[in-house]
């Protein structure tokens, strides 16, 4: 398992991406209709709290607890499911299943 990045998940998107991609001079990839931005060589990652909400809990009814996630940190491994049954067998909760993603 490796570290991949710290995804900040912020409430005014286009606010954030300019501030750490004017002001600060990291330099990303950003997708403006998922309201997500990557900077590599930061290890950072910027995504709407709303987006980051619908990404994770689609199951699942949003409240106040889920439209106020800060961050997220982000684990890149080979096989998601192997990862997912290993830690399940140790006894880990999930908030929901691994599922593929187009993105």
């Given at each position: 398992?490796?570290?991949?990045?710290?995804?900040?998940?912020?409430?005014?998107?286009?606010?954030?991406?300019?501030?750490?991609?004017?002001?600060?001079?990291?330099e990303e990839?950003?997708?403006?209709?998922?309201?997500?931005?990557?900077?590599?060589?930061?290890?950072?990652?910027?995504?709407?709290?709303?987006?980051?909400?619908?990404?994770?809990?689609?199951?699942?009814?949003?409240?106040?607890?889920t439209?106020?996630?800060?961050?997220?940190?982000?684990?890149?491994?080979?096989?998601?499911?192997?990862?997912?049954?290993?830690?399940?067998?140790?006894s880990?909760?999930?908030?929901?299943?691994p599922?593929?993603?187009?993105?």
């Open positions: 398992m490796e570290f991949h990045a710290s995804r900040l998940c912020v409430t005014n998107f286009q606010d954030c991406l300019r501030f750490y991609r004017d002001i600060l001079g990291f990839w950003h997708d403006d209709e998922q309201q997500y931005a990557y900077f590599e060589k930061a290890n950072i990652a910027l995504f709407s709290q709303e987006k980051m909400a619908e990404a994770l809990f689609q199951e699942y009814q949003l409240d106040e607890t439209s106020q996630m800060k961050f997220v940190i982000q684990l890149e491994v080979p096989d998601v499911d192997i990862y997912y049954n290993n830690l399940k067998d140790k880990v909760g999930f908030i929901n299943k599922h593929d993603r187009k993105d």
